[in-house]
């Protein structure tokens, strides 16, 4: 629990009946329990609030990333395609040459 052994548990404990004595220590025992419901109860109404937010920005993520190599699928084809018929006149020159 917490991250906390049996010793540390019953240092606490032990400490926590010094502090305030036999009658009061059920009263703070409900207390604690009560803050520690409360703790839970708001870090789950956050992840359910905050989550959907997180979906939606990733699927965005997702999509930019797709138009971004779309985008760059294009410029490759279209840099190949403007310099395919250099090459060619390079080639027939070059053989050209050589006859």
């Known amino acids: 629990?917490?991250?906390?052994?049996?010793?540390?548990i019953l240092i606490i404990l032990v400490i926590a009946f010094l502090l305030f004595g036999p009658k009061q220590l059920p009263e703070v025992g409900r207390q604690v329990g009560k803050a520690v419901k409360g703790f839970k109860e708001t870090a789950e109404d956050l992840r359910k609030s905050v989550e959907p937010e997180l979906n939606m920005i990733q699927q965005e993520v997702k999509m930019v990333e797709q138009d971004f190599q779309a985008s760059m699928k294009d410029a490759e084809d279209q840099i190949n395609a403007a310099t395919a018929p250099n090459e060619k006149q390079a080639e027939s020159k070059g053989s050209a040459g050589q006859a």
């Open 1 to 8: 629990m917490f991250g906390l052994g049996a010793g540390e």
